[in-house]
């Protein structure tokens, strides 16, 4: 058998067709979505995810302002322009560009953007809202995934789903997702002994650990969809995943590629939010 490719261009495309028309109803109301993200320093992968995410509001009518800062500004100056964003009624949606630099507290930095503005759905309200199954936002990457799960039909409730990577932006989000959409779920991470012992069961397969080829084909079972959010620069320059794509192939039901298979429904997931703020006004 061969796995059937679950496209996340695709179905980003699907849904953003279906957020324009959100936008055009919230402009006869006089409302713009506005995102607004805060950039540190000069990361080059840093510049290309912002400029996607720039493009990809562009694309459907969503407001964007790009605060560039350099990398040595101290850590109150970001944290007053937060302040500011999140008293700005043009502004429905915050994001500050990760990683930062170390000079910089993480958690004081994501804490001080409002709950209500909180896009990337790290705030500890909004982390303890999903927990509870209130969630305003979701974060963005294990929202994109279940939304690939419903855009293909592939049942959650009571299988048994598998989470490979324990991470406060997907692994633990994913899996408190899964859980609240009726699936058995299983956490593995690097100290868990005999991976495969885990995933053979699995009827849903989520890999996000950053390290490539860590879920081959005799690690899964037949018909298993096998989702794969890692992205890794391989040392001839080339791009993998975090699951051996052909072998893992032969034998799962549904497969996600990388690139174009997560990656895609992450910064879809952010406009998603960003609507869904400006609609909440």
């Known amino acids: 058998m061969s796995a059937k490719i679950v496209d996340g261009k695709l179905v980003s495309q699907v849904l953003r067709e279906k957020m324009k028309l959100r936008v055009e109803e919230l402009a006869k109301r006089d409302i713009q979505p506005g995102l607004a993200v805060i950039l540190l320093g000069d990361d080059a992968a840093s510049q290309v995810y912002v400029r996607n ?9 969503v407001q964007s302002r790009v605060y560039r ?9 970001v944290l007053e322009a937060l302040k500011l964003l999140n008293n700005d009624s043009e502004i429905n949606g915050i994001l500050v560009q990760l990683p930062l630099p170390k000079h910089i507290d993480e958690d004081k930095i994501l804490e001080i953007i409002s709950p209500q503005k909180d896009v990337d759905g790290f705030h ?6 999903m927990v509870t199954g209130h969630a305003r936002f979701y974060p963005c990457t294990p929202h994109g995934v279940m939304k690939l799960l419903e855009y293909y039909g592939i049942a959650i409730e009571g299988r048994h789903a598998v989470v490979v990577g324990r991470s406060n932006i997907v692994g633990k989000p994913m899996a408190l997702m899964l859980l609240e959409k009726g699936a058995t779920v ?9 991976l495969a012992s885990f995933t053979r069961q699995a009827d849903i397969v989520v890999v996000a650990v950053g390290k490539p080829k860590v879920l081959s084909g005799d690690m899964i079972k037949p018909g298993a969809t096998v989702i794969d959010v890692g992205i890794n620069r391989l040392p ?10 052909e072998s ?34």
């Open 53 to 61: 995410k720039v493009a990809a509001c562009q694309a459907i009518g």
């Open 69 to 77: 800062l350099a990398a040595n500004t101290s850590e109150q100056k």
């Open 124 to 129: 500890k309200i909004n982390v303890g809202a």
């Open 186 to 194: 299983s956490i593995c991470n690097s100290k868990t002994p005999d």
């Open 236 to 245: 001839d320059g080339s791009l993998a995943g975090d699951v051996d794509f």
């Open 248 to 281: 893992v192939r032969e034998v799962a039901g549904f497969l996600t590629p990388v690139p174009g298979g997560v990656g895609p429904m992450t910064i879809t997931m952010l406009l998603e939010n960003t609507i869904r703020s400006s609609e909440m006004v």
